[in-house]
């Protein structure tokens, strides 16, 4: 079935008729995801989760030899390679880049959409940090250098924030519905491999980093949601 033939169809159901059906469907999402990441955090808490946690940081360590993460030389070169993408400063650098192209092409709406994604997403890391206080893991050697506490992984929430947020600006850019997934597809790949790193590294606990995950998506699914708010708002003013 063409892509044509199928928004034809889909122009027949009656939700896309409602103009609130986005709003709740989001605030679904958004409480569905509030509640993960919560129950996740009370599990950490707890400590339910440190078999769980230990078992899979094992597995990606050589038997016998926790300084050693398995397979050849160049997966660890390819993983901290993979994981500097979600560095506080490579970030920061692709982000003023980003913002400083769309202010020059006069988006202001959506430069500020950007900035305030992604330092949002800075200022709730370093809260939800310090609230939780989770140290970093002892189990196995730390291939990178860290400084700062592990729940929820940084890392994999700023990426998700950042990522996610200019994926989704980008894809509206875009009326072909295969080039939308793909721009969105490659987002959420980038986001995936960047926490993924963080474990194999040997930085975070598989939980820090499925939290990050949770939290950023959540993050950069809010700031979109007051976006659309906010310009339907305008539009109706007008």
Known sequence: MSEHA???????????????????LALIVLSGGL?????????VAEGETRSFDEAIMLALRVPGDPSQP?????MEVMFADITSLGSTTALAIMTLAVVGYLLISRHTASAILVLASVAGGQVLSSLLKNMFQRPRPDLVDHIVQVHSLSFPSGHAMLSAATYLTLGALLARTETVLALRG?????????????GVSRVYLGVHYPTDVAAGWCAGALWA?????????????????V
């Not at 199928?6 to 709740?24: C, I, M, N």
């Not at 398995?70 to 160049?74: A, E, F, T």
């Open 6 to 24: 199928v928004r034809r169809r889909l122009g027949w159901l009656p939700f896309r008729r409602l103009p609130e059906f986005k709003l709740l």
């Open 35 to 43: 509640y993960a990441f919560f129950a996740l955090a009370e599990e």
């Open 70 to 74: 398995i397979g050849p030389w160049w």
């Open 182 to 194: 793909y721009i969105l597809s490659v987002a959420v790949a980038l986001t995936l491999l960047i």
């Open 221 to 237: 699914m809010a700031c979109w949601l007051i976006a659309s708010r906010l310009r339907r708002t305008e539009t109706a003013d």
